[in-house]
């Protein structure tokens, strides 16, 4: 199986910074599109940041020019820098990855499935 673990969130005033951080693990062959969902209270999840295997990135418009998402390939991390950060920023924010990966148990034994992690809280005051 495949494993998303992620760090970062917390509490910050309005204007301040966060930075966010996601590595995979497990048996893992390829990771594809690797990303930042969130979902604030009452809302649907929403897509945050991507950054494509091809080295693509894209952006909510809600955040593009504060937000920035990097990828380590041979760390298997995405990290997603946030700036000038607003109330409208809270929620739970969840990691996303298209991965390619080993089951024994599966068939085919070598499938692709996209994996969420466990969610990390951002909490921005105003």
């Known amino acids: 199986q495949v494993q998303l673990s992620e760090s970062g969130g917390g509490l910050v005033q309005q204007g301040g910074s966060l930075t966010l951080s996601c590595t995979a693990s497990g048996r893992i062959f390829s990771i594809y599109d690797m990303g930042w969902y969130r979902q604030a209270p009452g809302k649907e999840r929403e897509m945050v940041a991507i950054f494509t295997d091809g080295g693509m990135v894209d952006y909510a418009d809600s955040v593009l020019g504060r937000f920035f998402i990097s990828r380590d390939n041979p760390k298997k991390t995405v990290t997603l820098q946030m700036n000038n950060l607003k109330p409208e920023d809270t929620g739970v924010y969840y990691c996303?990855?298209?991965?390619?990966?080993?089951?024994?148990?599966?068939?085919?034994?070598?499938?692709?499935?996209?994996?969420w992690g466990q969610g990390t809280q951002v909490t921005v005051s105003s």
């Open positions: 996303n990855a298209d991965v390619l990966y080993a089951d024994h148990r599966k068939t085919p034994a070598i499938p692709r499935d996209k994996f």
